[in-house]
C-alpha cells in the first residue's frame, strides 16, 4: 500500500465502523441539535477523561500499581477521540489520517511503557496499595457513568446508540478489572493480581 492509500484507509478505519472505538458521533450530525451545545459537551467530556488518565497515572505511580495505569491508557485513547471530534473533523483526510496515526503512535508507547512498569513490579515484587486502587476504580466507574450521560443526547441512529454501548461496556470492564485485582492483592497479600490485570489490559491496547 502506498502512503496515500495507508492515509486514506485510516481516515476512513477512523470514523468507520470499529466496534471498540470510543468515538464520539459527528459534529455534524443533526444541525438542529445545535452543534455549540454539542461542541461544550465534547469539552466536558474531553476534560473528564484527560483528568482521569491524568489522575490514575499519578494514583498509579503513588499507590504502586500498574492495573491503574493500564487502565488509563482507555481514558487517553477516549480524551484523543475527543479532541479529535472537537478540532480535526472537519479537515482534509489527511490532517485526519495524521491525527489517528498520532493518536496511534502515543497509545502504542504508553501501552509498552505500562508492560514495562508491570514487568518491573514483578521483578521488584512490590505490593500496590489496594485501597488506593480501590477508590480510583470507583472514580473512573463514575466518570465514564458520567461522560455516557452526557453524550446520551447526541447519539442519534442505532449504529451509534450500538457502539456508544459498546465503548462504554468497554470501559466498564476495564474498571472492573482494576476493583477486581485491588480485591485480589488484598485477598492473596501480594501484587500478582494487579500485574496479570495490567499486562492483559496492556495487551490489548498494543
Ligand atoms: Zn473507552
Known amino acids: 500500500m502506498n502512503f496515500g492509500g495507508l492515509v486514506e484507509w485510516i481516515g476512513h478505519a477512523y470514523h468507520g ?14 444541525p438542529h441539535r445545535g452543534n455549540r451545545a454539542y461542541r461544550r459537551v465534547l469539552w466536558a467530556v474531553l476534560t473528564i477523561n484527560a483528568i482521569m488518565f491524568l489522575v490514575e497515572i499519578g494514583a498509579g505511580l503513588a499507590a504502586g500499581s500498574a492495573s491503574l495505569q493500564a487502565d488509563a491508557l482507555d481514558f487517553l485513547s477516549d480524551a484523543g477521540n475527543y479532541a479529535i471530534s472537537l478540532f480535526v473533523v472537519g479537515m482534509a483526510l489527511r490532517y485526519r489520517a495524521i491525527a489517528a496515526l498520532a493518536k496511534g503512535g ?12 508491570a514487568v518491573w513490579h514483578a521483578v521488584q515484587g512490590t505490593l500496590p496499595n489496594a485501597f488506593t486502587m480501590g477508590a480510583v476504580g470507583f472514580a473512573a466507574l463514575a466518570a465514564n457513568a458520567a461522560s455516557f450521560g ?5 447519539r442519534g441512529g442505532d449504529a451509534n446508540m450500538r457502539s456508544a454501548w459498546i465503548c462504554t461496556r468497554n470501559d466498564v470492564i476495564g474498571n472492573l478489572a482494576v476493583l477486581l485485582a485491588a ?15 495490567a499486562a492483559i489490559m496492556a495487551g490489548l491496547v498494543l
Open 106 to 117: 502515543t497509545m502504542g508507547l504508553f501501552g509498552l511503557w505500562v508492560i514495562g512498569s
Open 150 to 154: 452526557l453524550l446520551w443526547a447526541y
Open 183 to 197: 480485591a485480589g492483592v488484598l485477598g492473596t497479600g501480594t501484587g500478582w493480581p494487579d500485574i496479570i490485570v
Open 17 to 30: 465502523d470499529m466496534a471498540d472505538c470510543c468515538c464520539p458521533p459527528p459534529l455534524n450530525l443533526d
